[in-house]
Every structure is written in structure tokens, then in C-alpha cells.
């Protein structure tokens, strides 16, 4: 047996224990003190197994950011992984039913994070040689577009000849991503009149008519041939049942495969008018993450890591997804870059987020042996 693999089997519960540590820390991106708290226990993992501690990036709206660094050497190897997640404080609870271990963000990412640090713990124990330095970020607004990381990855990574991220391979397949689509965020602020619904209707101007104007257009340009979809997530707006609204706004989620794709929706966005006399329109937002495109040196690194796979009994797949990733910054800059590195379940912003417990040992000597083998 391979002696990663049989070090990850001994050690599965505990890095499941590890895992278990992380989770049940809250750390949703929008919450600072309880982000930090999740960053202190991060940090005293890596006490616990390498004698020292990251160096942390202090934020002032976002919890702090960690850089650790593993091993010497002028070349590096990227790790990236985030600790923050989509729940609130107290939305769910950490439970182990047979194979599946449930918790929020432990699918997205802390599974894959504590896996991380668990393979450069093998590297560390076994004595396995680098030939390449390790910098593994930790980053706490990945869920929120990255927009306090996203310069510090791109840093990083144009310093790296790899980028390696820790988000979960794809669910059923277990495939690797070697291909993301771009992601775009706008809100659209309307503003109307408000008049009585019942003596002064037509005095009125309604911000909701508008935005329902406004969306049925939008979502209209969706175009799963070009792989362009427009989601409009969210929509809020006026109070009283018996007031024409004066205010509306609503959310717009867009995903692209190309750049040209991701600007041509971007300047449809931003040049909305007013189907209604009166009506105002505000735009925020734009372009968020690049498209992470399949090129050749993204293949010859999945080659590597297919074989090495091979060699741990794995049939390794790769496959193009819709969501975004941290990953699509660094393959924008042309670093070869691949993505589902982490711990295998489903359920990725879902109540019912899971890992699979019995996966833990291969999914991280896998890792293991592919940043050894750069």
C-alpha cells in the first residue's frame, strides 16, 4: 500500500476530529469576531503539528486571512483554501450519521482545508522532499467574491507555478474541476412614486412593476447553448399592501464561459432603462471572477494527478462546472490551476451539506502525493 495512503488511514479520526474542530466554529464571511475565532483554531493546528504558526493578514471588515508557509525553495506550489461559509451562526449542527459527517461548511471548505493541512502533516512525518515550497492560503470571503483576498491570491499566484484549491471535487463522480464558468453579482436599485392604492393609483409609479419588468428581460437572455445563465436570486422591495411602491431592488446572478460573453451581459446590465415614465435605475456590481478555462498546461497537471490517483486505485475524472472559485484567479494569470482538490460529499449550501467520512484517506493522499510530485 502506498505509505501515504496507510498514514491517512491511520490517522483518519484524527483528522476527522480535526474537521469537527473547524466546523463547529462558526465563521460566515459577514462576521468578523466569529471568523477570527474559526482563524485561532486553524492557527493553532498548525502549532500543534509544525511548531509555528501562519502569518496572519489582518482585515478590518473580514476576518483575518492566514499565510503558511511549508518546506524551501525558489519555485512554489499554491494551496488555496477559505474557512468562511454561506451559514449563519447556529443554522446547523455538527453530526456524524454512519459514512456521512454533516456541519455547515464542511463540505465548503473546512473539510478540504483540514485535509490540506493534512498532507503537508504526511510530508512533514514521512520526510517526504519537495522540490518546491508550499504557500497555502487560508482567506475568510471567498463566499462572498473574494474582496478582501482576491489581490493577495493573485499575488501569490503570480509567483506560483501551481495553484491547487481545496473546494470538494464534484458530487457522484468525485471528478476534479479543470474548468469553471465566470461569475458576475449586480443589484439593481429602482425607484418610483408611492401613492394610495386606493384613491391615487394612477398618481403612482411602482418600483415592483418595474422590477418585474426589468427581471422577465433579464432572465430572457439566458443562453444554455453559449452556457450564459442570468439568475435574478433575490427581490425586495415596498411595505404596505395598500401603497403604490416607491423602492425596489433585486439581485442578479450571472455566469459566462468567456470573457467576451461575461462583458456583452455586463453592458446589457448596465444600460437597463426604464420600461415606465418616472422610473429611476441604479446599477451596482459587475464582473466578479473570471472564466477558469481548460488549457494544456491545466491538462498536463491533471495527467499528474491522474496518475498519481492511479496509484492509490482511483479512476480520476475531470469535468467543467458553473460555479466559481478562487481558482479562476489564479488560471486567469495563467498559472495552471486545478480545482476540487478537497474532501468528496454534496450538499454545497444546502441544510443537508455533507462529507463522506470513508473518502477522507484517499481524497487527502491524493493531495499529498500530487504536491510531492511537482
Known amino acids: 500500500m502506498d505509505q501515504v495512503k496507510k498514514y491517512m488511514l491511520e490517522n483518519q479520526n484524527l483528522i476527522l476530529r480535526d474537521i469537527q474542530y473547524l466546523v463547529e466554529s462558526d465563521s460566515p464571511s459577514n462576521n468578523k469576531e466569529l471568523a477570527d475565532i474559526c ?9 500543534r503539528y509544525f511548531g509555528y504558526k501562519a502569518e496572519e493578514i489582518e482585515q478590518e471588515n473580514y476576518g483575518n486571512h492566514l499565510r503558511f508557509e511549508y518546506g524551501e525553495g525558489e519555485e512554489t506550489i499554491l494551496v488555496l483554501s477559505h474557512f468562511d461559509t454561506v451559514w449563519n451562526e447556529g443554522d446547523l449542527t455538527f453530526k456524524i450519521e454512519g459514512d456521512k459527517v454533516f456541519g455547515p461548511g464542511i463540505l465548503d471548505m473546512k473539510g478540504g482545508l483540514v485535509q490540506a493541512i493534512w498532507a503537508l502533516k504526511a510530508l512533514h512525518d514521512l520526510q517526504i522532499p519537495l522540490s518546491k515550497k508550499v504557500i497555502f492560503l487560508c482567506t475568510s470571503d471567498e463566499e462572498i467574491g473574494s474582496p478582501s483576498s482576491k489581490e493577495i491570491i493573485e499575488k501569490e499566484a503570480m509567483n506560483s507555478e501551481f495553484a491547487l484549491v481545496t473546494e470538494p ?3 457522484e463522480s468525485g471528478a476534479l474541476k479543470t474548468g469553471r464558468k465566470g461569475t458576475s453579482k449586480y443589484f439593481v436599485d429602482i425607484e418610483g412614486k408611492a401613492a394610495h392604492a386606493g384613491n391615487h393609483h394612477e398618481d403612482g409609479i411602482s418600483a415592483i412593476k418595474e422590477a418585474a419588468q426589468q427581471i422577465v428581460y433579464l432572465e430572457s437572455q439566458t443562453d444554455y447553448d453559449l452556457g450564459t445563465t442570468i439568475n435574478v436570486g433575490s427581490v425586495k422591495g415596498g411595505g404596505k399592501l395598500n401603497v403604490v411602491s416607491d423602492t425596489s431592488t433585486f439581485g442578479v446572478d450571472v455566469r459566462a464561459k468567456s470573457r467576451e460573453e461575461q462583458q456583452r451581459i455586463d453592458k446589457i446590465i448596465r444600460e437597463l432603462k426604464p420600461h415606465t415614465e418616472g422610473i429611476t435605475l441604479k446599477v451596482r456590481g459587475g464582473i466578479n471572477r ?10 498536463a497537471l491533471f495527467t499528474i494527478a491522474k496518475k498519481g490517483a492511479k496509484d492509490l486505485g482511483m479512476d480520476l475524472k475531470e469535468a467543467y462546472v458553473g460555479g466559481g472559485s478562487d481558482g479562476n484567479f489564479t488560471a486567469n494569470l495563467g498559472v495552471p490551476t486545478l480545482d476540487g482538490l478537497g ?9 443537508h451539506e455533507h462529507i463522506v467520512a470513508s473518502e477522507i484517506p484517499n481524497r487527502t493522499a491524493l493531495l499529498c502525493n500530487l504536491i510531492s510530485s511537482l
Open 39 to 47: 482563524n485561532q483554531r486553524i492557527q493553532s493546528l498548525f502549532q
Open 169 to 171: 471535487p464534484v458530487a
Open 290 to 299: 473570471p472564466p477558469m478555462n481548460r488549457n494544456n498546461k491545466t491538462s
Open 343 to 351: 474532501a468528496v460529499g454534496k450538499g454545497i449550501h444546502a441544510r
